[in-house]
């Protein structure tokens, strides 16, 4: 059977109230990637952070980052563009990819595309309220369309976010405009708990992502679920040919009392091996999603 892509997604912007093992400094963010790589993660995903956890889109960050965590291992390297953190010219959130690009000791191997905009308030059903109802992440088409273009030139290969249905299609669409290239790596970012914006993370949610992906594309795809439990997903995603995208980052995992990144990796790969995958090397990565 095919091997299984396992992205780690080890920090986001949470903060340390649920899990206090959320690695924010560049040093905690390379020895955490050293241990994952060790228990069978091949991709890194990061946010740069400030020693107090607050989000940080500083080019200088990124640089020490990937050069720390590229001394200490060879895990695949895919860094946030800052969400909505860096959303002040949302153009130019790629513009710090596109300089460590510059530098083959920098470069990434892959960075994300959210293909579409998304109301991002967090509802308290309890309390019967909605809060941030006035956030948006906005991603223009137009922006859409830079930042898959500014990819293409650097070299590094884009992953295609996906929050629902409309998401996949506008993926498609820069597919279908020469934008991305086969094979393409497409995350399905469901969504539970509080945050409601995206397919609920259950075999449902997983389902109906799946039905509106075209079968004669070639795309790996790949889950994670904001605010819930991917482990209670790993079966069904590695029986379905998928991967995986998964880290304290998204949820802190009280079933597992509150483990670290490393702890969550293997028992991710405990779970896959018994559905059959063995997890990929980054080596392995490089060739099923032809990485430059
Ligand atoms: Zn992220």
């Known amino acids: ?3 299984l892509i396992l992205e780690a997604r080890i920090n986001e912007y949470a903060m340390r109230d649920h899990n206090p093992n959320v690695p924010w400094t560049a040093d905690e ?9 060790q228990e069978g993660a091949s991709i890194l995903h990061f946010h740069a952070r400030t020693v107090d956890g607050q989000p940080l889109n500083t080019l200088a960050s990124y640089d020490e980052i990937i050069r720390k965590v590229r001394a200490k291992s060879d895990i695949l390297i895919l860094p946030t563009l800052g969400f909505i ?12 990819v596109v ?34 109802a006035g956030r948006i992440y906005e991603n223009t088409t137009e922006s859409l369309i830079h930042y898959a273009r500014q990819l293409k030139q650097a070299g590094v290969k884009p992953k295609m976010v996906s929050w629902s249905v409309g998401f996949t299609r506008r993926a498609l669409m ?3 405009m020469g934008l991305i290239e086969e094979p393409g790596y497409m995350l399905f970012h469901m969504t539970d708990g509080r945050v409601i914006t995206g397919h609920p993370g259950t075999v449902a949610g997983l389902e109906a992502h799946l039905m509106f992906l075209p079968r004669d594309r070639q ?11 991917l482990i209670a997903l790993a079966d069904t995603i590695a029986r379905r040919g998928g991967h995986m ?11 597992l009392d509150y483990p670290t990144n490393e702890v969550l990796i293997r028992e991710t790969v405990r779970t896959i091996r018994s559905a059959g995958r063995e997890p990929a090397t980054p080596d392995e990565v490089r060739e099923m999603l032809k990485l430059s």
Do not use: C, Q
């Open 1 to 3: 059977m095919k091997k």
């Open 29 to 37: 963010i390379a020895e955490t990637a050293a241990r994952v790589r």
């Open 85 to 96: 953190s860096n959303d002040a010219d949302a153009k130019k959130r790629i513009d710090n």
């Open 99 to 132: 300089a460590l690009a510059r530098d083959p000791a920098t470069k990434p191997d892959i960075a994300p595309i959210d293909t579409g905009s998304a109301n991002l308030e967090i509802f308290n059903k309890e309390l019967g309220h909605a809060e941030f």
């Open 174 to 176: 820069l597919m279908d």
């Open 219 to 229: 795309i790996e795809w790949t889950a994670n679920v904001l605010g819930g439990n």
């Open 245 to 255: 995208a998964m880290g304290i980052g998204d949820y802190p995992y009280p079933e």
